[in-house]
């Protein structure tokens, strides 16, 4: 594995050094000092030019040339101070961490990291192997305070503007690992005193900042509550208590534009660095200029797995990777560690010993299991590690021990693993003790008397390793005095001891273990995370695997084909330390204490075995109860104590809702014993459940808690086995389609139709894997499934239940294929029979039936109807699930939102779709399809109410999620996201993304739905509508008489919503082509289709096409009835739109003014162009093209109306 070099880039002013924290602007010199005492100098000039390009750089969209000349400039400089010899070392890829120490407060400003590498012409923030490291000469990082638990203080204000609170909470919440208090709307005072009043108790180790950064005369801070907190305040407030703080995090975004070069953070964050009288925080975290939000999302997520395990250092090197990974390459560059060098090691006197081990330099994790330990760790009651073999209690213990040598006079070791308390201390009286008793004292004398020297020898600690029997405990080890007892067992039931339960590593902590916190390269970095997660992250496992020579892809590679025992087995055989090493060996042992006369004891042994088979997950107790009574067991309390003896021994651990696990690894060994006979009772228990288990989604997502139970019956599934077993992987397919992974279902579902036999079981199996089919977008194939699973159903007279839920998913990938008159008769067919099923109760199965027809009358332009059916689906749903959660109450919830837009009333649609993705958040999680496609429509609602920033970042939210979900490009709904965001790029006047958008999704539709899909139209009428934007009309026809004919196709006539918004394009493109009559022709057609659709009332189509029919009247000369249409539109979108700001409000006042202007009534259209001005600005940007052009008919509108002022005062 590669080392890290370092390169020090140590500059100070050749002149006017005297004040380095003062910035001093103008023509320097600046000099460099190397570490082997020789100096280089170099000039650098302040100019305009300098100035301006920096400003440049710290724009939200920085300017590409002006970072490319600003790179060039400082590596000019640097080649003077010796760069070359700087650039070969990073040119060789290996880890370099770049130590950047200015003794002049200006030169923190510069970007570094914009510096080239030639030749490969990358900059050293594009290179992963680089790390930037800022630091003050001089400064020492303050004498860390011991044995303290993590502790995170999450601080945020919106004194500045909105920051992203709930987005951030999440990610803290999730991925800490320590507890975390919030500080919320907070003030420099609060924080103050909040980090004050923890001191004493439990001090923050870790302090997180979220507020907009900005200046004040000059200076860079944030903004708080309590007013501007420059980096002397806080300084201040922070610098007293870097002993306990291992990290302070500034997250700024969208922060206010910063003339000063540098940006608003640097500042703030060197004085943090800085720290206190008692020395420097060791480490600070931020960017030096405002993250994006998704930026301060990515860094959130990427930072947070990792900065306990990890350090801050390589926390954040591995976040800013991750940001790269991701796209948000600014953010990466942006983001800056501010870190003092390490302490030097203490020399102090250590304590007499006998450790049997050295310091294992690989030991990682457990920090807040060492904390809950030392916390425990007193003279009197002994503290117990406990946790099964190879999970690092002794390690753990060598770690703890080794620490109290500095602070302790006394630490002894016994190896207890012989089952002779008696023996092994009386050992210590020899050696270390030397309390030179005569030979012919008894090994009980012996013992005692060692037990009063450690008593009587002040602070000491007593080890007792791998104890295996509590029995005697107390009489053999110290009871006064000052000596604590720390053991370490597999046994969870000692008593009389505090116990610290160590259940494996994190995810972080097995990755550093496995590859010695060496960097992995990208191809590698997958392949270990998956390693470490089917070692069950075991500390002696990943250390196995770590000493093996074969990367991490290999090693996954043997162990998919092998088993995980074998591959470890083979690792350590190779390494001569470890041959007697045997993990199968190990667990076994600790079966020793079970005995082969007694029946409790035989079977706890039995049910280790079978647990094995359901291992390593949660395991509820009524799964081993039904595998127990399989194998013969009647007594309820025999099953009880035997699991008792389980959870003693260490072989299963009890959540505190009761369910049960086992280690994979433990599970893996359990199943090499007595397998077919262990397999064939678990795979009885969890049939018996699955047949209990309704299809209900409810009861599914119930079910969904023991879904690697059902992987692992449906995994080992064998030919011979009764076929009805085949409702374990029937049932898993099921749940992984309810959470979106048809992927796996599709294999699990093909696995288990190579083992159907009967018709029944074959047309089971068939439904479901045609509803992961659609869910993977392949629709021909899926209705091909689903047709030969209701031929199937019909033949075999399948009950009526099971051949309507064929149907209705026929349907639905009729419906996914533009199939709407067949998708219309397979739900109706599948109504029918489960109303007939009801018996005049509504069921869950009618009201998703005539969910699927409103989804029909939708697509069809039916709105009335379509309104009709989903609220009678919500009404059915409400009544069956009046408390509480269901994924179909917020499907339904989802569509009538859809409805309510469609029908133009956007408020209420907002509503109704805000509570679905609340609701979806709750049931499935953030990641989960549902709620994907729910924030693409709420982007939807979000953009036609003129919210376009939200509506942007909800479509870009909802894109990621759909692409993730799919893993495809080429699937309807990663097009139907594309063409959400492409629509509202193209209002936010990116025309060039928006096509971009345009063009990837009208590819995914074809190849995913076919050239006659109904989206297709959708994204052809749109590239004319880009073609409108984009000032090229005759571009844009074609395309929109193309949308027109599919349409018309489509829908069989013209009397639909899409249709009727084509001839509104048209009428557009001919307006700009000079065709007024044929404009007026095709808006009024259009208007005319959208009123026998939508009937006289406020409809946001309706508005738009009066708006530009207006508009071709006022062309035409015809001013008064512009102005009606202009009133119409105007009074229409006021109603629609609840007095918010709106562009298209706007839009509508900036026409009705030109008319005002004209008819001669200059002072009330200059005021409605004002206002409308004044929206554009705050709903568009002051740079968007519309804003631009309506704020430059301001000065010919001021003019006239000044004229006109003494006429209409």
């Known amino acids: 594995m590669p080392t890290t070099a370092r390169i020090h880039l140590q500059l100070s002013r050749l002149e006017h050094g005297e004040d380095p924290y003062a910035a001093r602007l103008g023509a320097q010199v600046v000099r460099r000092a190397f570490e082997d005492g020789r100096v280089a100098d170099a000039a650098i000039t302040w100019d305009d030019a300098l100035l301006n390009d920096l400003a440049a750089c710290q724009r939200p969209r920085p300017d590409a040339e002006a970072q490319g000349r600003v790179g060039q400039r400082l590596r000019a400089m640097w080649m003077e101070l010796g760069f070359a010899e700087d650039e070969a070392v990073i040119r060789r890829g290996e880890p370099v961490e770049l130590v950047l120490a200015f003794a002049a407060a200006e030169l923190y400003a510069l970007p570094w990291e914009l510096v080239r590498i030639e030749p490969s012409g990358l900059t050293l923030a594009d290179l992963p192997s680089v790390s930037l490291v800022w630091r003050w000469p001089g400064v020492s990082p303050a004498p860390r305070s011991p044995g303290l638990r993590p502790r995170l203080l999450f601080a945020w204000s919106a004194a500045g503007g909105r920051v992203p609170v709930e987005e951030q909470r999440a990610l803290w919440s999730a991925g800490y690992g320590g507890a975390i208090v919030e500080l919320a709307n907070a003030g420099l005072g609060a924080l103050g005193e909040l980090l004050v009043s923890a001191r004493a108790q439990a001090p923050f180790t870790h302090v997180v900042i979220l507020a907009h950064g900005g200046a004040q005369a000059g200076v860079q801070g944030l903004r708080l509550e309590d007013g501007f907190a420059d980096g002397a305040a806080l300084q201040r407030a922070l610098g007293a208590h870097a002993p306990s703080l291992d990290a302070v995090v500034l997250l700024s975004c969208d922060a206010a534009a910063d003339p000063t070069p540098g940006g608003v953070l640097m500042s703030p964050a060197m004085a943090l660095h800085r720290g206190g009288e008692a020395g420097g925080i060791r480490a600070v975290i931020g960017p030096r200029t405002p993250l994006s939000v998704l930026g301060a999302r990515a860094l959130s997520a990427a930072l947070l797995p990792r900065l306990i395990s990890a350090?801050?250092?390589?926390?954040?090197?591995?976040?800013?990777?991750?940001?790269?990974?991701?796209?948000?390459?600014?953010?990466?560059?942006?983001?800056?560690?501010?870190?003092?060098?390490?302490?030097?090691?203490?020399?102090?006197?250590?304590?007499?010993?006998?450790?049997?081990?050295?310091?294992?330099?690989?030991?990682?994790?457990?920090?807040?299991?060492?904390?809950?330990?030392?916390?425990?760790?007193?003279?009197?009651?002994?503290?117990?590690?406990?946790?099964?073999?190879?999970?690092?209690?002794?390690?753990?213990?060598?770690?703890?021990?080794?620490?109290?040598?500095?602070?302790?006079?006394?630490?002894?070791?016994?190896?207890?693993?012989?089952?002779?308390?008696?023996?092994?201390?009386?050992?210590?009286?020899?050696?270390?003790?030397?309390?030179?008793?005569?030979?012919?004292?008894?090994?009980?004398?012996?013992?005692?008397?060692?037990?009063?020297?450690?008593?009587?020898?002040?602070?000491?600690?007593?080890?007792?390793?791998?104890?295996?029997?509590?029995?005697?405990?107390?009489?053999?080890?110290?009871?006064?005095?000052?000596?604590?007892?720390?053991?370490?067992?597999?046994?969870?039931?000692?008593?009389?001891?505090?116990?610290?339960?160590?259940?494996?590593?994190?995810?972080?902590?097995?990755?550093?273990?496995?590859?010695?916190?060496?960097?992995?390269?990208?191809?590698?970095?997958?392949?270990?995370?998956?390693?470490?997660?089917?070692?069950?992250?075991?500390?002696?496992?990943?250390?196995?695997?770590?000493?093996?020579?074969?990367?991490?892809?290999?090693?996954?590679?043997?162990?998919?084909?092998?088993?995980?025992?074998?591959?470890?087995?083979?690792?350590?055989?190779?390494?001569?330390?470890?041959?007697?090493?045997?993990?199968?060996?190990?667990?076994?042992?600790?079966?020793?204490?079970?005995?082969?006369?007694?029946?409790?004891?035989?079977?706890?042994?039995?049910?280790?075995?079978?647990?094995?088979?359901?291992?390593?997950?949660?395991?509820?107790?009524?799964?081993?109860?039904?595998?127990?009574?399989?194998?013969?067991?009647?007594?309820?309390?025999?099953?009880?104590?035997?699991?008792?003896?389980?959870?003693?021994?260490?072989?299963?651990?009890?959540?505190?809702?009761?369910?049960?696990?086992?280690?994979?690894?433990?599970?893996?060994?359990?199943?090499?014993?007595?397998?077919?006979?262990?397999?064939?009772?678990?795979?009885?228990?969890?049939?018996?459940?699955?047949?209990?288990?309704?299809?209900?989604?409810?009861?599914?997502?119930?079910?969904?808690?023991?879904?690697?139970?059902?992987?692992?019956?449906?995994?080992?599934?064998?030919?011979?086995?009764?076929?009805?077993?085949?409702?374990?992987?029937?049932?898993?397919?099921?749940?992984?389609?309810?959470?979106?992974?048809?992927?796996?279902?599709?294999?699990?579902?093909?696995?288990?139709?190579?083992?159907?036999?009967?018709?029944?079981?074959?047309?089971?199996?068939?439904?479901?894997?045609?509803?992961?089919?659609?869910?993977?977008?392949?629709?021909?194939?899926?209705?091909?499934?689903?047709?030969?699973?209701?031929?199937?159903?019909?033949?075999?007279?399948?009950?009526?239940?099971?051949?309507?839920?064929?149907?209705?998913?026929?349907?639905?990938?009729?419906?996914?294929?533009?199939?709407?008159?067949?998708?219309?008769?397979?739900?109706?067919?599948?109504?029918?029979?489960?109303?007939?099923?009801?018996?005049?109760?509504?069921?869950?199965?009618?009201?998703?039936?005539?969910?699927?027809?409103?989804?029909?009358?939708?697509?069809?332009?039916?709105?009335?109807?379509?309104?009709?059916?989903?609220?009678?689906?919500?009404?059915?749903?409400?009544?069956?699930?009046?408390?509480?959660?269901?994924?179909?109450?917020?499907?339904?919830?989802?569509?009538?939102?859809?409805?309510?837009?469609?029908?133009?009333?956007?408020?209420?649609?907002?509503?109704?779709?805000?509570?679905?993705?609340?609701?979806?958040a709750r049931i499935f999680g953030a990641d989960h399809v549902e709620r994907a496609l729910t924030l693409n429509e709420l982007a939807g609602i979000r953009q036609a109410l003129g919210d376009l920033a939200g509506a942007e970042r909800l479509a870009q939210e909802a894109l990621v999620a759909l692409v993730a979900y799919a893993g495809t490009p080429w699937h309807l709904d990663v097009a139907t996201a594309r063409y959400q965001l492409a629509v509202i790029l193209r209002q936010r006047g990116d025309l060039a993304g928006a096509q971009n958008q345009v063009e990837q999704a009208l590819d995914a539709a074809t190849r995913a739905g076919g050239q006659r899909h109904l989206i297709v139209p959708v994204l052809v009428h749109e590239l004319g509508v880009l073609a409108l934007g984009a000032g090229e009309p005759a571009k844009g026809v074609p395309y929109v008489e193309r949308a027109l004919a599919l349409w018309r196709a489509l829908h069989g006539g013209e009397v639909h919503p899409d249709y009727a918004a084509g001839l509104h394009t048209l009428g557009s493109l001919k307006r700009a082509l000079g065709d007024l009559p044929g404009a007026r022709a095709a808006l009024t057609e259009s208007l005319r289709l959208k009123t026998q659709l939508y009937g006289d009332v406020p409809h946001p189509d309706r508005a738009a096409t009066l708006n530009n029919l207006g508009a071709v009247l006022l062309k035409l000369g015809e001013l008064e009835e512009a102005r009606r249409h202009f009133l119409m539109c105007l009074a229409m979108e006021t109603a629609l739109y609840g007095g918010r700001d709106n562009a298209n409000v706007a839009m509508s006042a900036v026409n009705l003014a030109q008319v005002e202007r004209v008819l001669g009534a200059h002072v009330a259209a200059r005021d409605r162009l004002r206002a409308a001005a004044a929206t554009l600005e705050r709903t568009l940007g002051a740079e968007h093209p519309t804003t631009v052009a309506v704020n430059g008919l301001l000065p010919t509108f001021e003019a006239a109306a000044a004229a006109a002022a003494p006429a209409n005062p």
């Not at 590690?385 to 190879?390: D, E, F, N, P, R």
């Not at 007694?598 to 595998?627: K, M, S, T």
């Not at 077919?676 to 018996?688: M, V, W, Y």
């Not at 077993?725 to 049932?731: C, M, N």
């Open 311 to 920: 350090g801050p250092a390589r926390a954040l090197r591995e976040a800013r990777a991750a940001l790269r990974d991701q796209g948000y390459q600014r953010d990466a560059a942006a983001l800056c560690l501010l870190a003092p060098p390490e302490p030097e090691r203490s020399e102090a006197p250590l304590a007499r010993h006998n450790l049997p081990f050295p310091r294992n330099p690989d030991f990682v994790g457990y920090e807040a299991e060492r904390a809950a330990v030392l916390a425990q760790l007193s003279p009197g009651k002994p503290t117990a590690i406990t946790g099964l073999a190879g999970v690092g209690k002794t390690q753990l213990a060598l770690e703890i021990a080794s620490d109290a040598l500095q602070s302790r006079a006394l630490v002894l070791w016994i190896d207890a693993s012989g089952d002779n308390l008696v023996a092994a201390m009386a050992a210590l009286a020899d050696d270390p003790l030397q309390l030179g008793l005569p030979t012919t004292v008894s090994a009980v004398e012996r013992a005692r008397a060692a037990r009063r020297a450690l008593e009587e020898a002040g602070p000491s600690l007593l080890v007792v390793d791998h104890l295996i029997d509590g029995d005697g405990l107390q009489e053999q080890l110290p009871r006064a005095g000052d000596c604590a007892v720390l053991l370490t067992t597999r046994r969870a039931d000692l008593p009389r001891a505090q116990s610290v339960p160590l259940g494996g590593l994190g995810r972080e902590e097995s990755l550093r273990l496995l590859t010695r916190g060496e960097p992995l390269p990208p191809n590698e970095q997958a392949a270990a995370e998956t390693l470490c997660e089917a070692l069950g992250d075991l500390p002696l496992a990943i250390d196995l695997a770590g000493r093996s020579h074969h990367p991490p892809t290999a090693l996954l590679a043997r162990l998919t084909t092998r088993g995980a025992l074998e591959v470890l087995d083979r690792a350590r055989a190779a390494d001569p330390e470890l041959r007697e090493l045997s993990l199968q060996t190990l667990f076994e042992s600790g079966l020793a204490p079970l005995s082969a006369e007694d029946p409790v004891d035989q079977l706890a042994l039995n049910l280790y075995r079978v647990a094995g088979w359901f291992g390593p997950e949660r395991l509820p107790p009524a799964l081993l109860i039904g595998a127990a009574v399989y194998i013969g067991a009647d007594d309820p309390l025999d099953i009880e104590d035997a699991v008792e003896r389980l959870i003693g021994l260490g072989f299963l651990r009890r959540d505190r809702d009761g369910a049960l696990s086992m280690h994979r690894l433990v599970a893996a060994c359990a199943r090499r014993e007595d397998g077919d006979r262990a397999r064939k009772a678990a795979l009885e228990s969890l049939r018996a459940l699955c047949e209990a288990t309704p299809t209900d989604e409810l009861a599914l997502l119930a079910l969904s808690r023991l879904e690697e139970h059902l992987v692992m019956a449906s995994a080992n599934a064998q030919a011979n086995d009764p076929e009805r077993a085949l409702i374990v992987p029937l049932r898993l397919a099921q749940v992984l389609n309810l959470l979106a992974i048809p992927k796996r279902a599709r294999a699990v579902t093909e696995a288990a139709l190579a083992l159907a036999k009967s018709a029944q079981w074959q047309a089971n199996l068939r439904h479901e894997h045609g509803a992961s089919l659609r869910m993977l977008g392949e629709y021909t194939l899926a209705v091909a499934e689903s047709e030969q699973a209701v031929t199937l159903m019909v033949e075999a007279k399948a009950p009526p239940g099971e051949l309507a839920a064929a149907l209705h998913d026929l349907g639905w990938s009729h419906v996914a294929l533009g199939q709407l008159a067949e998708a219309r008769g397979r739900f109706e067919q599948a109504l029918d029979l489960h109303e007939a099923l009801a018996d005049d109760k509504p069921a869950v199965e009618v009201c998703k039936d005539l969910f699927a027809l409103g989804r029909v009358a939708l697509n069809e332009g039916r709105y009335d109807e379509a309104l009709t059916s989903l609220t009678r689906s919500l009404e059915i749903i409400v009544a069956l699930v009046p408390q509480g959660e269901h994924p179909q109450r917020a499907r339904t919830l989802r569509e009538l939102g859809v409805c309510r837009r469609l029908r133009g009333e956007l408020l209420e649609a907002e509503a109704l779709l805000a509570e679905a993705e609340a609701r979806f």
